[in-house]
Nanobody, 122 residues
């Protein structure tokens, strides 16, 4: 059974930074393309960023490009999301997901974490 566990969320002031982690268990993470999605209250889940199995290619949503960075350490079965210059509109529950390939579509992913709350507020 593949499980994904996110961590690193919290409360941060506008302009601050957070690093989220997503650890994969049950199978090695390099078997999967990985993605981060987020869902704000009353809104649909939206794509944030995706990374290929090797980590060689990434695709970002326009709203986070230049501020967020995804990376992966397959030796640790962990994917990271470094979030800088955070804005109040980044407030959401952030989910990591694993699937056969990197994709912007949440329908492409087979496994999901439980989510971690990120709140950007002064």
């Amino acid at each position: 059974q593949v499980q994904l566990v996110e961590s690193g969320g919290g409360l941060v002031q506008p302009g601050g930074s957070l690093r989220l982690s997503c650890t994969v268990s049950g199978r090695t993470s390099n078997s999967y393309g990985m993605g981060w999605f987020r869902q704000a209250p009353g809104k649909e889940r939206e794509f944030v960023v995706t990374i290929t199995r090797s980590g060689g290619n990434t695709v970002y949503a326009d709203s986070v490009k230049g501020r967020f960075t995804i990376s992966r350490d397959n030796a640790k079965n962990t994917v990271y999301l470094q979030m800088n210059s955070l804005k109040p509109e980044d407030t959401a529950v952030y989910f990591c997901a694993a699937g056969p390939y990197a994709s912007r579509s949440f329908n492409s992913y087979d496994y999901w974490g439980q989510g971690t709350q990120v709140t950007v507020s002064s």
